[in-house]
T-cell receptor, first 109, second 113 residues
């Protein structure tokens, strides 16, 4: 099946810093989503981005489907950005949304 | 913004007991899913459901698990005889079409003691 690898596994930032999270996937996909899991365990959808670039406030994401990766950019990070960021991909071959292992982000004040 | 609602938010159960986790998907969505996340691990697919039947299931989803859409609005996951290793966060999700724009609920944290 499709392998989804996220890097780095852990990231510690000072408030105000920028960061880039990466998601590599092993096969072509029909859909890619980025999620933020907050400290209460909720999975918050950030982007649905099978290709191209999207921006939402301080967050933006780019997926290069032909090269099988996606990037999530966080600018001017805040303590509320802390949590785990998951990339998840869907392929019609598998018929399911498959998650990566996540990047755990800690933003310090 | 439409939400997927899950109840209860927390459940503690004795090993061997049956539990039913409940979900109300987004009203115009047709595809429904259950995922679980063991503490500190990644989110794992359990089952997908469309047109009143299971369309995909993982090897985790054995005979102890079942899903049902009893009344056109609720979507339930039943675990027949819980084991300690069933302790996890269980997420319900729905989408308007397969593979597109999943929305996840807030999860039910199940603790088996």
């Amino acid at each position: 099946g499709i392998q989804v690898e996220q890097s780095p596994p852990d990231l510690i930032l000072q408030e105000g810093a920028n960061s880039t999270l990466r998601c590599n996937f092993s096969d072509s996909v029909n859909n890619l989503q980025w999620f933020h899991q907050n400290p209460w365990g909720q999975l918050i959808n950030l982007f649905y981005i099978p290709s191209g670039t999207k921006q939402n406030g301080r967050l933006s994401a780019t997926t290069v489907a032909t090269e099988r990766y996606s990037l999530l950019y966080i600018s001017s990070s805040q303590t509320t950005d802390s949590g785990v960021y998951f990339c998840a991909v869907y392929s019609s071959n598998t018929g399911k949304l498959i998650f990566g292992q996540g990047t755990t982000l800690q933003v310090k004040p | 913004e439409p939400e997927v609602t899950q109840t209860p938010s927390h459940q503690v159960t004795q090993m061997g007991q049956e539990v039913i986790l409940r979900c109300v998907p987004i009203s115009n969505h047709l595809y429904f899913y259950w995922y679980r996340q063991i503490l500190g691990q990644k989110v794992e697919f359990l089952v997908s459901f469309y047109n009143n039947e299971i369309s995909e299931k993982s090897e985790i989803f054995d005979d102890q698990f079942s899903v049902e859409r009893p009344d056109g609005s609720n979507f339930t996951l039943k675990i027949r005889s819980t084991k300690l290793e069933d302790s996890a966060m269980y997420f319900c999700a729905s989408s308007g079409r397969t593979g597109y724009g999943y929305t996840f609920g807030s999860g039910t944290r199940l603790t088996v003691v």
